[in-house]
C-alpha cells in the first residue's frame, strides 16, 4: 500500500526548502504527498526576503480538510512561525489522533532570517515536542530547545542528547551539521535509553538548501513501513545521495538545492 504523508510547513518559491522539498522528497521515496500551508515564504538560494504566516484557524482548516477525507499514515511538521499556529497543529493533530509524527523545529533560515517568533518556541517545547514520534534539530535549534550557549562538541552532544529527549518525544534525531572541525557529519539518535552515533562522510559542495527540511521528510516518508532507526538510517542515506547529485542542477546564484531525484532522473537518462 502506498502511504499517505502530510507535511505542515511553511512554502519556498524557489522550490528548494519547505512544503515544495517535502513534496519532492515524499514523492521520490515513493509516498503519497499531502500538504497544509502554514506560511508564504518569499525566499531564493541565497535568502529570505519576507513571510506572511497564515491564520491559525485557516492552518487549522486545512488539516481538517485532509484527515476528514484522507488517510494519512505520517506527518512532517516543518515552519510554524508563531505561537498561534504551533497549538493548532497540536490540537487538530491530537484530534485526529494522528501517528507517526516528525518534528523539525524550524527556527532560522540558511542566510539567518529568523523563521519562527520568539513566543513560538515554547509552544513547540510545550504542545508539539510531546506528540512527535521524533524530533530532527540541528545544534543551532538544540540550543534554543534547551536555552542553553551556541558552543558544541561530540561530548557536549552526546550529552545534550538525553536533555532533548526529556521534552516529551520518543526519539531525537540530533543533526551534528554544524560541528566545525569534522570530515564527517555525525548526528545521534537517542530513543530516551539508548544513543546511536550515525556518521557518513561530509559532502564539498554550496548546494544544501533544504537539507533539513529533506531529511525530516524522508523520514516521515519511510516511516509506514519502517521501524525509526531504519527509516533515519534510509533517510540520511537518500540525502546523501542527493547531495552529492546536487551539482547536475543549476539552479540559483547562492545555495543550491539538493537534487531530490537524482536517483529517478538517471534511470530515466540511462
Known amino acids: 500500500m502506498i502511504a499517505n504523508v ?17 513534496i519532492k522528497t515524499f514523492s521520490a521515496l515513493g509516498a503519497y504527498a ?19 504566516a497564515l491564520e491559525p484557524d485557516f492552518v487549522a482548516d486545512q488539516i481538517d480538510a485532509v484527515f476528514d477525507d484522507v488517510r494519512i499514515d505520517a506527518v512532517k511538521i516543518g515552519m510554524v512561525a508563531n ?13 485526529h489522533r494522528a501517528r507517526k509524527i516528525v518534528l523539525d523545529p524550524v527556527m532560522v533560515a ?28 540541528n545544534l543551532p535549534e538544540a540550543a534554543v530547545l534547551l536555552n542553553i550557549g551556541p558552543s558544541w562538541s561530540i561530548h557536549e552532544m552526546k550529552a545534550r542528547v538525553k536533555d532533548l529527549s526529556q521534552l516529551g518525544s520518543q526519539w531525537v534525531l540530533l ?26 562522510p561530509r559532502i564539498a559542495t554550496k548546494n544544501d538548501h533544504g537539507t533539513g527540511c529533506t531529511l525530516s521528510a524522508a523520514i516521515a516518508a519511510l516511516l509506514p513501513s519502517n521501524g525509526v532507526e531504519e527509516s533515519v538510517r534510509r533517510a540520511k542515506s537518500y540525502m546523501h545521495g542527493a547531495l552529492s547529485a546536487s551539482g547536475e542542477l543549476d539552479v540559483g546564484h547562492g545555495h543550491g538545492p539538493l537534487h531530490h531525484f537524482y536517483d529517478l532522473w538517471r534511470e530515466q537518462r540511462d
Open 6 to 22: 502530510l507535511t505542515i510547513a511553511g512554502t519556498d518559491t524557489s522550490g528548494g526548502a519547505g512544503i515544495q522539498a517535502d
Open 34 to 52: 499531502a500538504s497544509a500551508i502554514t506560511a508564504v515564504v518569499a525566499q531564493n538560494t541565497q535568502g529570505v526576503r519576507s513571510f506572511v
Open 83 to 95: 505561537a498561534g499556529i504551533a497549538e493548532a497543529i497540536a490540537d487538530r493533530l491530537h484530534y
Open 110 to 137: 540558511k542566510s539567518g532570517h529568523h523563521l519562527l517568533d520568539d513566543d513560538a518556541v515554547a509552544s513547540i517545547r510545550e504542545v508539539l515536542i510531546p506528540l512527535a514520534t521524533v524530533i530532527t534539530p
Open 175 to 200: 543533526k551534528g551539521g554544524h560541528l566545525e572541525g569534522c570530515d564527517q557529519s555525525i548526528d545521534l539518535l537517542h530513543d530516551g535509553v539508548q544513543t546511536i552515533e550515525l556518521a557518513a
